[in-house]
């Protein structure tokens, strides 16, 4: 099955050269093209629709706010795709429930297999945008945050900040992936977090 996917740029010429380049390939489906957060927002709510590619710098709508209503209101994952790499928006769109956040000058490729591995459940960000998401102001209360896991919640916590999957933690943890969930579901709890990419993020900002 083909991953169903949205374009969301204001640029046109942008916006339809991600259409061509991701159209040639058999493993996605250009569900649609948008203009505008709020338009991204509408389909994905009439649609079904996988993963939502979002520029951040959008009208009605930008790629921040409407990757909050998309992760609330639909079963669709966000990808960040834009030109911008400011703090704020890159920490904003994961506390928003984002599960990517990629420059647009990667090569075709790499978008792709992006959106695949966000499909996937994984998170996905860039190098020169984790540098930015390290930020040790408030690693107090953090640190106090993460004494009060258990030893198996820091190990599932420490797996996830390197991307693993639930299966991939769960074989290298020994244990079964219904324990990893519930495992996730805890530290989602304890840390007061709505999502596994900002697990990572507080990880690493800590």
């Given amino acids: 099955m083909p991953i169903n996917i949205i374009i969301a740029d204001d640029d046109v010429l942008i916006r339809e050269s991600l259409k061509i380049i991701f159209e040639m390939d058999e493993r996605f489906n250009v569900v649609w093209v948008a203009e505008d957060g709020k338009e991204a927002y509408d389909i994905c709510r009439k649609k079904e629709i996988d993963v939502a590619l979002l520029d951040v710098r959008m009208p009605f709508l930008n790629g921040v706010e409407a990757t909050a209503k998309i992760v609330s209101d639909t079963s669709a994952k966000v990808l960040i795709l834009t030109t911008f790499g400011e703090d704020d928006y890159i920490k904003n769109a994961f506390l928003n429930g984002a599960s990517g ?88 709890g304890k840390l007061s977090l709505k999502h596994r990419t900002q697990i990572a993020i507080y990880y690493l900002e800590e």
């Fill in 101 to 188: 956040y990629l420059l647009k000058n990667n090569p075709p490729d790499q978008i792709k297999n992006a959106v695949i591995s966000v499909n996937d459940g994984n998170a996905v960000v860039q190098d020169i945008v984790m540098e930015k998401i390290k930020n040790p102001r408030s690693k107090n209360n953090k640190e106090d945050k993460l004494k009060d896991l258990t030893l198996r919640e820091r190990e599932v916590v420490q797996l996830i900040a390197k991307g693993l999957t639930n299966k991939e933690i769960a074989d290298n943890l020994f244990i079964s992936e219904g324990t990893v969930r519930n495992t996730v579901s805890h530290v989602l």
